[in-house]
T-cell receptor, first 114, second 115 residues
């Protein structure tokens, strides 16, 4: 079945450490996204990528970095510069970055800073 | 820039009762509208979307929504809910023209269906 796989599901990080969240899709989608979800806050866009080797900042990119070396992969690194990283992170994809396209989501990754 | 307001953060209902989850949007241009559902500890799944045409949109799991341009609303309805409909529901909007693809989400409405 086609879909989006995020790993790990749960991750604990010590303050001052970088951590990378994995996202792989086999939907053959060109566009990929990372969202952050906090309770009662909805979803906020961190980064998005329209094609391989290209990505753009979203609304809350500070303290995060991404890469898009392969069409199917879009890993997110949460750096030590992110002041409040504890959250639920959602990876998503769509055929293209276009207003009417449906965005498909992975199952999410919980990051907790301890 | 567009924005979305979900008027209720929580909606408790009894099983087999009807439900309406309210969503209002703001935009200076034409919009596309979406409803997504999120079950506990999972990602979001598209329920339905309005792009053009009929203002009454039918989605999965018996849900429907009506686009009302004059009231800038896109309320989600179901005539009879089940326990399994307990989830968080997100309304989202994007501008239909230009280069601004951005999908803006509301803060969500937690629907709790009680037996």
């Amino acid at each position: 079945d086609g879909g989006i796989t995020q790993s790990p599901k749960y991750l604990f990080r010590k303050e001052g450490q970088n951590v990378t969240l994995s996202c792989e899709q086999n939907l053959n989608h060109d566009a990929m996204y990372w969202y952050r979800q906090d309770p009662g806050q909805g979803l906020r866009l961190i980064y998005y990528s329209q094609i391989v080797n290209d990505f753009q900042k979203g609304d809350i990119a500070e303290g995060y970095s991404v890469s898009r070396e392969k069409k199917e992969s879009f890993p997110l690194t949460v750096t030590s510069a992110q002041k409040n990283p504890t959250a639920f992170y959602l990876c998503a994809s769509s055929r293209a970055v276009s207003p009417g396209n449906t965005i498909y989501f992975g199952e999410g990754s919980w990051l907790t800073v301890v | 820039a567009q924005s979305v307001t979900q008027l209720d953060s929580q909606v408790p209902v009894f099983e087999e009762a009807p439900v309406e989850l309210r969503c209002n949007y703001s935009s200076s241009v034409s919009v596309y509208l979406f409803w997504y559902v999120q079950y506990p500890n999972q990602g979001l799944q598209l329920l339905l979307k309005y792009l053009s045409g009929s203002t009454l949109v039918k989605g999965i799991n018996g849900f429907e929504a009506e686009f009302n341009k004059s009231q800038t609303s896109f309320h989600l309805r179901k005539p009879s809910v089940h326990i399994s409909d307990t989830a968080e529901y997100f309304c989202a909007v994007s501008e239909s023209g230009g280069s601004n693809y951005k999908l803006t989400f509301g803060k969500g409405t937690l629907l709790t269906v009680n037996p």
